[in-house]
């Protein structure tokens, strides 16, 4: 089946440096790539969606200068925290869409990275 | 617009009890429909989903959902619970043009508990 990796898995950084986060689709191509946000016992928000050789889009109340997103190849795309504060700390998934098979397609999701920002 | 309301953000069963997780949604267009697992600190593995066609449908672990139009619902069900069910669940809507399935609207999800 279809797997989605990501790295790390778990990330402690201090307030004010940047972290990158990778989410790589292992054995297909993802022309279109989701980040999540999920806050603790809540549901997962939708942060932008990364479409390959293209700018994300970003959901209503994200901030592009904050949270960079690349989508370089089809099986990698990459969410950079910058500046990261405490209030970030948060677990990060990403999905990726695989339209490999005909009718619908599926998104398939990482296993999240734990981001604590101390 | 698609949302997507989960009742009751925890349930609590017994071993070898019935499951029933209940899910609401609102579509604009016909909705292809979802179930997610989440474990502590894992990702989302689906369960099942609707799409097309029959209405009941079968996913893995067990699990099944009724897709019912006229009430809007597509509760997840288990007749008989183990202990590795516990973890979170969550429904969700997508909102899809033609076969293309775009973005995922997720309800607040529901923690189950099993009991020994």
């Known amino acids: 089946g279809a797997v989605v990796s990501q790295h790390p898995s778990r990330v402690i950084c201090k307030s004010g440096t940047s972290v990158k986060i990778e989410c790589r689709s292992l054995d297909f191509q993802a022309t279109t790539m989701f980040w999540y946000r999920q806050f603790p016992k809540q549901s997962l928000m939708l942060m932008a969606t990364?479409?390959?050789?293209?700018?994300?889009?970003?959901e209503q109340g994200v901030e592009k200068d904050k949270f960079l997103i690349n989508h370089a190849s089809l099986t990698l795309s990459t969410l950079t925290v910058t500046s990261a504060h405490p209030e970030d700390s948060s677990f990060y998934i990403c999905s990726a869409r695989d339209q490999r098979t005909g009718g619908i397609d599926e998104q398939f999701f990482g296993p999240g990275t734990r981001l604590t920002v101390l | 617009a698609q949302s997507v309301t989960q009742l009751g953000s925890h349930v609590s069963v017994s071993e070898g009890a019935l499951v029933l997780l209940r899910c609401n949604y609102s579509?604009?267009?016909?909705?292809?429909l979802f179930w997610y697992v989440q474990y502590p600190n894992q990702g989302l593995q689906l369960l099942l989903k609707?799409?097309?066609?029959?209405?009941l449908v079968k996913g893995i672990n067990g699990f099944e959902a009724e897709f019912k139009k006229s009430e809007t619902s597509f509760h997840l069900t288990k007749p008989s619970a183990h202990m590795s069910d516990a973890a979170e669940y969550f429904c969700a809507v997508s909102d899809y043009r033609g076969s293309t399935l775009g973005r995922l609207y997720f309800g607040r999800g529901t923690q189950l508990t099993v009991w020994p």
């Open positions: 579509s604009s267009v016909p909705p292809y």
């Open positions: 609707y799409t097309t066609g029959a209405t």
């Open positions: 990364s479409n390959e050789g293209s700018k994300a889009t970003y």
